[in-house]
């Protein structure tokens, strides 16, 4: 899936910032940073720097041993997308999967049916579970591998 660009107006862009990494580091301190070896810390540290949020919602994952010495590896292979909402994750989905085109594709040879064509969000979710986790955290869609 594709990341969308990130629209923001720089003017909010500190705040922003700053009201992230204030959520990040209080969902992190939930996951005992405090209490993890010098390595650990450096590693996790290492994590946020270079992908803020979507590190710290994939070290929530029960199948992820945050102290592995290769959690940052393992990001990197389990890590898709990070989109500012689920509609934005949805939309990626779709296009990636090839039913927009084959949409329009279709609604170019029956245009008698453009009215009555319409997604199924809940089945289009369903997909995506089978073959992603998304998880919803600071206000960000953040998408993985299963």
Known sequence: MNPE?????????DERRL?????MFSAIDKL??????????????????RYGTAFVAYLGFE???????EVLQHFDIDYVATYSTQ????????EDMGWATEREEFG????????????DVSEIE??????YEVVQLNGKTIVFLR
């Not at 660009?5 to 862009?13: F, Y």
């Not at 005992?32 to 720097?49: C, L, M, N």
Request: glycine share 8%; hydrophobic share 35%; net charge negative.
């Open 63 to 69: 199948r992820v041993n945050p102290d592995d010495p």
């Open 108 to 119: 170019r040879l029956h245009p008698e049916t453009e009215l009555y064509l319409a997604w």
């Open 87 to 94: 509609n934005a994750a949805i939309a990626a989905f779709v």
């Open 32 to 49: 005992g940073f405090g209490s993890r070896a010098p390595d650990v810390q450096a590693r996790w540290q290492e994590g946020v720097d």
């Open 126 to 131: 369903t997909r995506m579970g089978e073959l």
């Open 5 to 13: 660009t990130p629209q923001s107006r720089p003017e909010h862009n």
């Open 19 to 23: 009201g992230d990494a204030l959520l």
